[in-house]
T-cell receptor, first 113, second 113 residues
């Protein structure tokens, strides 16, 4: 079983602060996705990174895929209360279109006004 | 608009009873997945299907079964519910392309007493 470890598990910060969430594994993934989940809802995709070393930006969110495609990070600049939620990383394995996702345990982010 | 729905949203049952959770998607996606979400474990894959009449076991498939008789539906059956199966269950679907996003339903909260 391929494991994805996320850290920290919980994070509570003040509005305007910066933060980084980490997603680590000993396994290589074909691609890695980040999802955000709000209470009572299913996860929603934020980004997919495919190439080792790839960096993608989504407004104040910056996602990076490690060079060896075993780890990833999510950095949020100037966090806002609307960023509050559960952030999940998910690594894709399997051939071609028959890929499955292995999810990390999640980081619960709370941004206080 | 295309969507993925789950029913019921909440279910309370007793140990030993058979329970079926419904999942219906109108995306016309070939791939469908069932996950359970528990605190500290993220999302764990139960069963998945890559098309009609195709089903595969995931990481935590014991005690669960699925069938795929059409593109739109993938019902999840708990043959004899156990207290350890108390969880939130999410259904997801995705297109067959590489790195495609998984679209999640709103979840079913199941309590087994």
């Amino acid at each position: 079983t391929q494991l994805l470890e996320q850290s920290p598990q919980f994070l509570s910060i003040q509005e305007g602060e910066n933060l980084t969430v980490y997603c680590n594994s000993s396994s290589v993934f074909s691609s890695l996705q980040w999802y955000r989940q709000e209470p009572g809802e299913g996860p929603v995709l934020l980004v997919t990174v495919v190439t080792g070393g790839e960096v993608k930006k989504l407004k104040r969110l910056t996602f990076q895929f490690g060079d060896a495609r075993k780890d990833s990070s999510l950095h949020i600049t100037a966090a806002q209360p609307g960023d509050t939620g559960l952030y999940l990383c998910a690594g894709a394995t399997g051939p071609g279109s028959a890929r499955q996702l292995t999810f990390g345990s999640g980081t619960q982010l709370t941004v206080l006004p | 608009d295309a969507e993925i729905t789950q029913s019921p949203r909440h279910k309370i049952t007793e140990t030993g009873r058979q329970v079926t959770l419904a999942c219906h998607q109108t995306w016309n996606h070939n791939n469908m997945f069932w996950y359970r979400q528990d605190l500290g474990h993220g999302l764990r894959l139960i069963h998945y299907s890559y098309g009609v009449h195709d089903t595969n076991k995931g990481e935590v498939s014991d005690g669960y079964s699925v069938s795929r008789s059409n593109t739109e539906d993938l019902p999840l059956t708990l043959e004899s519910a156990a207290s350890s199966q108390t969880s939130v269950y999410f259904c997801a679907s995705s297109d067959s392309g590489v790195n495609n996003e998984q679209f999640f339903g709103p979840g079913t909260r199941l309590t087994v007493l």
